[in-house]
């Protein structure tokens, strides 16, 4: 038995214990690093992650009276009953706040889905900046959709999932975290459009290139939800505004000093735009690359967006520059943070070869400069989300 089927089996077994009575099925879906391309996704802008090994499972099985019953294996929180019928957006709702939206969001869009049982568990670290929300929303999307019989395509129930997480949970997120746990697959990078959802799988085999590509959760907690975020995301669409395009993706790399010039008097947005516009050519730089066979090149596309996210986004913190700055240091082809900042974690590219010494200057750094010590584990693009068991 495979790790993946004896996971799916151990939550089906835990359902019968919560619940009474086998699940339906148990469904999967990943969480996400994003290789390059950050606080673009909002700006209509590229994206470009891969789906991680790790996942929130659900166990799912439908009921007929309306009822919402969610439970965890702890990780998240304990049990939680809502009827439908009375699903209202409610502040600090906590972690049923996320399977609940998506439920809402379904009804709200004219699907007809009833009550159900829904049992999870996840093994996506939490507050790391490895899209643990958007992979509890689309195993939840993704399992009441088969349980009512829907056959939404796999882009939808992105945008419902994050439709639950704008509109419900109250963080103003973009689509990319919630296509990726949809719509990646094993061994590829999905390099997004996230104006029209339109994308393509870029063939990413870092180990049959001789390197390894390392995830470096600073344990330093983030939350989006604090106001930051929004904040940033607001800059951005006054940037917008103020050079008349629709978003920030409009405005060619090519023309920057021009919008910049334009932005002089507010030197905050003006650094937000600078960020975006780069980064989305980082993005086309990175797909270039990779398309070209050239996976190593894409090292100090890497460093240059992280020094964007510091400089010009602000959305670093000590742990991450630190991060970055010791896997450079120590031989790395290119690194920086990923996910929404503030905390989280850093992605490296390292040789094969060099793994392990960039590993243990990392952690030695961190011990000296007394932080809390950092989880790294390689990043392997796997597969987006699926049902485990028929």
Same mark, same amino acid.
């Given at each position: 038995?495979?790790?993946?089927?004896?996971?799916?089996?151990?939550?089906?077994?835990?359902? +019968?214990?919560?619940?009474?009575?086998?699940?339906?099925?148990?469904?999967?879906?990943?969480?996400?690093?994003?290789?390059?391309?950050?606080?673009?996704?909002?700006?209509?802008?590229?994206?470009?992650?891969?789906?991680?090994?790790?996942?929130?499972?659900?166990?799912?099985?439908?009921?007929?009276?309306?009822?919402?019953?969610?439970?965890?294996?702890?990780?998240?929180?304990?049990?939680?009953?809502?009827?439908?019928?009375?699903?209202?957006?409610?502040?600090?709702?906590?972690?049923?706040?996320?399977?609940?939206?998506?439920?809402?969001?379904?009804?709200?869009?004219?699907? +007809?889905?009833?009550?159900?049982?829904?049992?999870?568990?996840?093994?996506?670290?939490?507050?790391?900046?490895?899209?643990?929300?958007?992979?509890?929303?689309?195993?939840?999307?993704?399992?009441?959709?088969?349980?009512?019989?829907?056959?939404?395509?796999?882009?939808?129930?992105?945008?419902? /999932?994050?439709?639950?997480?704008?509109?419900?949970?109250?963080?103003?997120?973009?689509?990319?975290?919630?296509?990726?746990?949809?719509?990646?697959?094993?061994?590829?990078?999905?390099?997004?459009?996230? +104006?029209?959802?339109?994308?393509?799988?870029? !063939?990413?085999?870092?180990?049959?290139?001789?390197?390894?590509?390392?995830?470096?959760?600073?344990? $330093?907690?983030?939350?989006?939800?604090?106001?930051?975020?929004?904040?940033?995301?607001?800059?951005?669409?006054?940037?917008? +505004?103020?050079?008349?395009?629709?978003?920030?993706?409009?405005?060619?790399?090519?023309?920057?000093?021009?919008?910049?010039?334009?932005?002089?008097?507010?030197?905050?947005?003006?650094?937000? $735009?600078?960020?975006?516009?780069?980064?989305?050519?980082?993005?086309?730089?990175? $797909?270039?690359?990779?398309? /070209?066979?050239?996976?190593?090149?894409?090292?100090?596309?890497?460093?240059?967006?992280?020094?964007?996210?510091?400089?010009?986004?602000?959305?670093?913190?000590?742990?991450?520059?630190?991060? $970055?700055?010791?896997?450079?240091?120590?031989?790395?082809?290119?690194?920086?943070?990923?996910?929404?900042?503030?905390?989280?974690? /850093?992605?490296?590219?390292?040789?094969?070869?060099?793994?392990?010494?960039?590993?243990?200057?990392?952690?030695?750094?961190?011990?000296?400069?007394?932080?809390?010590?950092?989880?790294?584990?390689?990043?392997? !693009?796997?597969?987006?989300?699926?049902?485990?068991?028929?």
């Amino acid at each position: 038995m495979t790790d993946t089927a004896h996971s799916a089996a151990h939550t089906a077994a835990v359902f +019968r214990q919560e619940y009474g009575a086998a699940p339906a099925g148990v469904w999967a879906a990943p969480g996400r690093v994003n290789l390059i391309g950050e606080h673009t996704d909002y700006n209509a802008g590229f994206v470009m992650p891969l789906a991680l090994p790790h996942t929130t499972l659900a166990a799912a099985a439908p009921r007929t009276d309306g009822l919402l019953r969610l439970t965890s294996d702890g990780a998240l929180g304990g049990t939680v009953e809502l009827r439908l019928d009375d699903l209202r957006r409610t502040p600090d709702a906590g972690w049923a706040a996320y399977p609940a939206g998506v439920a809402w969001a379904l009804r709200e869009a004219g699907h +007809r889905i009833g009550g159900a049982d829904l049992y999870f568990t996840s093994t996506v670290p939490l507050g790391a900046g490895l899209s643990s929300s958007a992979a509890l929303e689309v195993a939840t999307a993704l399992a009441l959709d088969d349980l009512h019989g829907l056959g939404l395509p796999r882009p939808e129930l992105a945008l419902l /999932a994050q439709r639950a997480e704008n509109a419900f949970v109250g963080v103003p997120c973009g689509i990319m975290d919630q296509t990726a746990a949809a719509c990646c697959t094993a061994g590829h990078a999905l390099f997004l459009d996230t +104006r029209d959802l339109t994308h393509r799988h870029v !063939p990413f085999d870092s180990a049959a290139a001789g390197l390894r590509l390392l995830v470096v959760d600073t344990r $330093v907690r983030h939350q989006l939800g604090d106001g930051a975020y929004a904040e940033r995301r607001a800059g951005c669409e006054r940037g917008a +505004r103020a050079l008349g395009v629709r978003a920030l993706r409009d405005v060619p790399v090519a023309l920057l000093p021009e919008a910049l010039a334009k932005l002089a008097d507010d030197p905050v947005v003006r650094d937000l $735009v600078r960020h975006v516009v780069t980064e989305n050519d980082r993005v086309e730089q990175a $797909v270039a690359h990779l398309d /070209a066979g050239r996976p190593r090149a894409i090292g100090p596309v890497l460093t240059a967006g992280h020094t964007s996210l510091r400089d010009d986004f602000k959305v670093s913190c000590p742990e991450l520059d630190l991060a $970055v700055e010791v896997a450079d240091a120590a031989g790395a082809l290119g690194a920086r943070m990923t996910g929404g900042g503030f905390g989280g974690s /850093a992605l490296v590219l390292v040789e094969e070869a060099a793994a392990e010494p960039v590993t243990e200057a990392l952690r030695s750094a961190f011990a000296t400069a007394g932080h809390t010590p950092p989880r790294i584990f390689p990043a392997v !693009p796997g597969a987006g989300a699926r049902r485990l068991t028929p």
